[in-house]
């Protein structure tokens, strides 16, 4: 199958050699997102709930930009340097998506890029 590559100006550019997303058939993979502002390449300012919903910002401009939208999310990773924020983002993720709910995972970490302190991915199926 053929993979086409996804890239938007509306979300962070990729940190390394990686697709901002693959689109192979009907699935489209994101690669992991941190709360970058993807117009300064810094991390936005705030609390973990700011830094999430920066995050779903900038799936969500990747999924427009494959010409699909968030909520066809099959499955999200999340990496959290604190579990302990783990009901704020989840409190975030209600803002983007309503049941029935993705698949997920939560994997504590113990450092992301530019010590963002959240990072997702997403698997979507269009």
């Known amino acids: ?6 890239h938007t100006s509306s979300a962070p550019a990729a940190l390394g050699p990686y697709s901002q997303a693959v689109r192979v058939g009907d699935t489209i993979y994101i690669s992991g997102q941190t709360p970058l502002d993807p117009s300064t390449m810094e991390l936005v300012g705030g609390d973990i709930q700011a830094q999430a919903r920066q995050v779903f910002e900038n799936l969500s401009a990747i999924a427009k930009a494959a010409e699909s939208e968030l ?3 099959v499955k999200l990773t999340i990496y959290l340097t604190d579990l302990n924020n783990f009901q704020s983002v989840n409190k975030v993720m209600r803002d983007y998506f309503e049941e029935p709910y993705p698949a997920r995972v939560t994997v504590g970490v113990a450092s992301l890029p530019k010590a963002a302190a959240v990072e997702i ?3 979507l199926v269009v």
């Open 121 to 123: 991915d997403a698997t």
């Open 1 to 6: 199958m053929k993979k086409q590559i996804i």
């Open 71 to 73: 909520s066809h999310a």
